[in-house]
């Protein structure tokens, strides 16, 4: 199998919709990286604080601004603005957020309601952020774009992963991963976070040049871990031959 690129990013999301944390590895399963998006702000009526609004997700201002951490099997750990960190395990975790986004909320666990938006995992390629930063005219950092993974494809190629659809990948020692199809993106690409500031134009550049898609979802066909550095493999569709 020819060798695409390699791993030179990977990033978890705890809670949805928060700041998430940078890794040199982990470990993978059916759902994706272990304890990725695995818990979420909750509405009273059960919609999950998210950048925007739909059937299953409600827009809450100010979820960005908040930071998430794992350590080993625990619940997470949230950061304030005002330097406060408390424990998901804790009650008073329910109280700080609520009045942090203003409205009655609590941190759940993943239920029967998934918290992915579209899939398990979330790729990206370094060509396809050297492509939008030509059209949008500045550097995006891929804290904006909320990837897992950050593919280093040594090229400018575009939007290359756009060609892997149906492909499948070969990731370090065990793991597997299909392409299911491209990432549609939305206004939360131009929304503030911690320590980023908010950015205009960026999503109509996704849209004027991409089709308002960047990056692409993946399932997983055989758990396994990664690591920073692991060299990724591609079979089927255009590497078949």
Known sequence: MPTVGSVVELRRYPVKSLAGETLSAAD???RGLKGDRRWAVSDTDGKLGSGKSTRRFRRMDGLLQLTASLEGDHAPTIGFPDGRRLSGEDPAVHAALSGHVGRPVRLISEGTVSH???GPLHLLTT??????ADHHGAAVTTARLRANLVIDTGDRGGFVEDGWIGVTLAIGAD???SIRGPMRRCVMVELPQRELPPVSGLLDAIGRHNETCLGVVADVIRPGSVHLDDPVE?????FSH
Do not use: C
């Not at 060509?127 to 939008?132: G, R």
């Not at 591609?234 to 255009?238: E, I, L, R």
């Open 28 to 30: 993978v399963d059916q």
């Open 116 to 118: 992915f938006d579209e």
């Open 127 to 132: 060509a396809s952020l050297a492509a939008l």
């Open 175 to 177: 793991l597997v991963i």
């Open 234 to 238: 591609a079979s089927g569709g255009p």
